[in-house]
């Protein structure tokens, strides 16, 4: 008998403890943490518009395009794309002519668009403070040359 059917019978008789350690909790502090592509997902502004869009109803390719003002066609598909890739929206093709496609947002992304309100309520209610500082920041610097 192996080392490793002793283990196994233990195990069935569950008198058998883990050694291993339990795993670390994500730091993303530390550059290899994954938790880091999520990060750049949320300091995306076309991510956020975009999710918060979607959340309240779905919508076509091209409502979005209009309600999201700056957006490019380019930027718009490839925010979509990700999005739909990190589980966050669904992409739905509808039976019309032209076909036509719909974006919804998942379970998942209702979790992270409820984080997102916080963000875009506190952008809000602060962007006349930050402006105000950038200008005291940059009236005490001296002009660079271009």
């Known amino acids: 008998m192996t080392a490793s059917d002793v283990l196994v019978k233990k195990a069935r008789s569950g008198n058998l403890v883990s050694r291993r350690e339990p795993a670390a909790p994500p730091d993303p502090y ?3 943490c994954p938790t880091r592509l999520l990060l750049d997902r949320v300091g995306d502004k076309w991510m956020v518009l975009t ?5 309240d109803k779905p919508s076509r390719f091209n409502a979005l395009r209009r309600d999201i003002e700056g957006v490019t066609q380019k930027m718009l598909s ?7 890739r990190d589980g966050l929206i669904i992409r739905t093709v509808l039976p019309t002519t032209p076909v036509s496609v719909e974006y919804a947002i998942t379970p998942l992304g209702r979790t992270l668009a ?4 916080g963000l875009q309520l506190w952008a809000r209610d602060h962007i006349a403070d930050v402006l105000a500082a950038r200008r005291l ?3 005490d610097r001296p002009q660079r040359p271009t």
């Open 78 to 84: 490839q925010t979509l794309k990700q999005m739909e």
């Open 137 to 139: 920041y940059d009236a």
């Open 114 to 117: 409820a984080v997102l309100d």
């Open 51 to 55: 999710l918060t869009l979607i959340r």
């Open 30 to 32: 530390a550059a290899s």
